[in-house]
């Protein structure tokens, strides 16, 4: 069975310092992982996405995320928060659910000044 | 900019209204979906159209009426709604991969439109 968990709900970082949003999965396979991005109010943009190929992936708006096997990790990172990067993230594992995706609870990105 | 157009952004309903939400792409993509998304939850999914034939109803009231009229537009429409129906409804389509409607890869990622706040009163 498939599993998805955030670890954070929320996560506060000051701007220009670095960005750790971390995930961990369950699944019974190899699965595609996915972060998605929803700013307020808003649908949910990719942001990146793990198919078994380069285990560092590099994204959109300067976030990679690291596939780690023996760790079952998925963890988001960016080495320079901004301001427009506040947002709900949600780390995505294919299988599990009727849609053939299960969602993490999502964590909550908050950018000090 | 999004490649799912949804309407209205915006929605305010009465309980004995009867309305419509829409969504259209033209990327292709054979599989579309809506979602209901309640304030700081992950979306939650309520239909899925798979070559325009409903695959997936996860036990959605009947109040909610999904139409898919044509492989670019879906529709999902309300009637009798609830206070608590009140909520954003995302679109997203995909496209289907050899491995059926719940097979995804890199290849067959979900888009998804910008949503429709609904608020029933």
């Known amino acids: 069975a498939q599993s998805v968990t955030q670890l954070d709900s929320h996560v506060s970082v000051s701007e220009g310092t670095p960005v750790l949003l971390r995930c961990n999965y369950s699944?019974?396979?190899?699965?595609?992982l996915f972060w998605y991005v929803q700013h307020p109010n808003k649908g949910l943009q990719l942001l990146l996405k793990?198919?078994?190929?380069?285990?560092l992936v590099k994204g959109i708006n300067g976030f990679e995320a690291e596939f780690k096997k023996s760790e079952t990790s998925f963890h988001l990172t960016k080495p320079s928060a901004h301001m427009s990067d506040a947002a709900e993230y949600f780390c995505?594992?294919?299988?599990?659910?009727?849609?053939?995706?299960?969602f993490g609870k999502g964590t909550h990105l908050i950018i000090q000044p | 900019d999004t490649e799912v157009t949804q309407t209205p952004k915006h929605l305010v309903m009465g309980m004995t209204n009867k309305k419509s939400l829409k969504c259209e792409q033209h990327?292709?993509?054979?599989?579309m979906y809506w979602y209901k998304q309640k304030a700081k939850k992950p979306p939650e999914l309520m239909f899925v159209?798979?070559?325009?034939?409903?695959?997936i109803n996860e036990s959605v009231p009947s109040r909610f009426s999904p139409e898919c009229p044509n492989s670019s537009l879906l529709n999902l429409h309300l009637h009798a709604l609830q206070p608590e129906d009140s909520a954003l409804y995302l679109c997203?389509?995909?496209?289907?991969?050899?491995?059926?409607?719940?097979?995804?890869?890199?290849?067959?990622?979900?888009?998804f439109g910008a949503g429709s706040r609904l608020t029933v009163l």
């Open positions: 997203a389509s995909r496209t289907v991969i050899a491995g059926g409607p719940l097979a995804f890869s890199g290849a067959n990622v979900l888009t």
């Open positions: 699944s019974s396979y190899s699965p595609s």
């Open positions: 793990y198919t078994s190929a380069a285990t």
């Open positions: 995505v594992v294919s299988g599990g659910g009727a849609d053939g995706l299960t």
């Open positions: 990327m292709g993509h054979r599989a």
């Open positions: 159209y798979s070559y325009e034939k409903l695959s």
